[in-house]
């Protein structure tokens, strides 16, 4: 909890979403993982209940919330499970912002109301097989011809990319531009423009239930009016938004090194061995005390980020900071949270052992570690 933050309205808001998860979620969610997907029955679902894009405006069918609920929807959410949290944070809290900030009159009436209901689900395509971090670098071109722009390229890692109704793509408008990323714009593409298809649904490590696929545009057409604001201002866009995908990101991987210890401080408290509970161990005591450390200098620091980011404060650096450092603490904890459940953590059975592989890709997504790094060096010495 943010202290001097959420008020009353903030923890009613959380209560009726863990009331709806419990009934909604929870029991399903291992089958969701089984299955490898998240029901669209599910995300109608959020929508009913006001669970979706909680900042979007009144007049577009959201609550026009602040970003505190957005906070408690990514923290509800991750604690069932990284797979679920992924797709809906991305959607609510990543790709309807640009919507919100850069569409068009007719493009927010087109596409806010069913993001805002669970009826249409978003995704936004940057990555591609030949260029993650580097944005500049990518391949994926839109030629402008009379009404249309005609797409050529492909993405990969693509989250909600198998079920998503519309998705914001970043292309190049300018090949030629100098330098590159003056060329980037942002084309909106939906389900059924011809030339656009599905690749397959990737088979990833962890986070099963999250859908992750690959997307081709083979000369689609899609309408000139589907530019999302202003041709080459794509990057600038995405700078602009990837402080808050970022701090979503470190609130995320915050609450699973929190569930984490969570369930390994119960398992050490109730499992036994040489006639006492493994808690009872000196070294099972080191490791708790140096994880709730972590845990909390972690948690300290991201609240104190929210605040800044609601207040309007530039954090950028902060942010990066967050985003690494809480990253790879998680990975640690993770690490140490199977140790210590011993054989049974490696068992499919138990929670941690699914953790244990949601985690580590979140050093990698939004930015890597060493990127993160690259950021905040750049930051303290301009």
């Known amino acids: 909890m943010v202290v001097g933050l959420f008020t009353d309205e903030h923890e009613m808001f959380r209560s009726s979403l863990r009331k709806m998860l419990d009934k909604e979620a929870y029991p399903y969610f291992e089958e969701w993982e089984q299955q490898r997907d998240i029901p669209r029955a599910f995300w109608r679902k959020l929508g009913e209940h006001g669970f979706l894009c909680p900042q979007v405006s009144e007049q577009h069918g959201g609550l026009q919330l602040d970003f505190g609920y957005s906070m408690i929807l990514a ?29 068009t009159t007719e493009q927010k009436e087109k596409w806010l109301p069913k993001s805002v209901s669970g009826e249409w689900i978003s995704a936004i395509a940057m990555t591609e097989p030949g260029a993650g971090s580097d944005l500049a670098g990518i391949r994926t071109t839109a030629r402008r011809e009379g009404d249309y722009y005609i797409l050529n390229g492909e993405k990969t890692f693509i989250t909600n990319g198998i079920h998503a109704d519309y998705v914001v793509v970043v292309c190049k408008t300018d090949p030629q531009a100098k330098p590159a990323y003056r060329g980037i ?29 690959e997307l081709i545009f083979e000369d689609a057409k899609v309408p000139a009016s589907n530019l999302l604001g202003e041709e080459g201002k794509g990057f600038y866009y995405l700078m602009d938004k990837l402080q808050q995908e970022r701090l979503l990101v470190a609130i995320e991987v915050q609450i699973e090194a929190e569930e984490m210890f969570r369930i390994t401080k119960e398992y050490v408290t109730t499992r036994k061995a040489f006639d006492c509970t493994i808690a009872d161990f000196q070294n099972t005591q080191f490791k708790l005390a140096e994880m709730a450390t972590e845990i909390d200098i972690g948690r300290t620091y991201v609240n104190s980020l929210v605040s800044k980011h609601i207040a309007g404060e530039s954090i950028v650096k902060e942010v990066s900071m967050a985003k690494w450092w809480i990253s790879e ?16 953590g490696y068992m499919e059975e138990y929670e941690i052992a699914r953790r244990y592989r949601d985690i580590p890709v979140a050093a990698i997504y939004a930015g890597t570690t060493e990127i993160m790094k690259g950021i905040i060096a750049k930051e303290i010495l301009k």
């Open 75 to 103: 923290e509800e959410l991750e604690r069932v499970g990284a797979g679920l949290a992924s797709g809906i944070v991305l959607h609510s809290d990543i790709v309807v912002p640009y919507i919100e900030q850069f569409g």
């Open 185 to 213: 714009s942002l084309i909106v593409v939906e389900t059924g423009t011809p030339g656009f298809k599905r690749g397959k649904k990737l088979n990833k490590v962890g986070m099963h239930s999250a859908d992750t696929g």
């Open 329 to 344: 603490m998680a990975k640690r904890v993770a690490s140490d949270c199977l140790q210590l459940h011993g054989g049974y």
